[in-house]
Nanobody, 114 residues
């Protein structure tokens, strides 16, 4: 069965960095586009970044462009989200998801606060 296990979240000060990881199993990871989403308290889940199956093309929400970088390792079946210059408004639970795969992991909490 599909499994997505997000990790790497935590508490960080504004301006700090975190690297999120998402380990995937149960499907042919290298064949799927992957996405990172986030959901802040009281808000809808929003798309943060996406990457094509081979990793050649990446897309970002305007709010995270330049600061966040999505990447993937198709040998390790893992997708990453490098987050730099974090802001309090980046506070949310972050989730990865395979495009057109109807499954959500438990997510990882990111809190940006001084």
């Amino acid at each position: 069965q599909v499994q997505l296990v997000e990790s790497g979240g935590g508490l960080v000060q504004p301006g700090g960095s975190l690297r999120l990881s998402c380990a995937a199993s149960g499907f042919t990871f290298s064949s799927y586009r992957m996405r990172w989403y986030r959901q802040a308290p009281g808000k809808e889940r929003e798309l943060v970044a996406g990457i094509t199956s081979g990793g050649a093309i990446t897309t970002y929400a305007d709010s995270v462009k330049v600061r966040f970088t999505i990447s993937r390792d198709n040998v390790r079946n893992t997708v990453y989200l490098q987050m730099n210059n974090l802001k309090p408004e980046d506070t949310a639970v972050y989730y990865c998801k395979g495009y057109n795969i109807d499954y959500w992991g438990q997510g990882t909490q990111v809190t940006v606060s001084s």
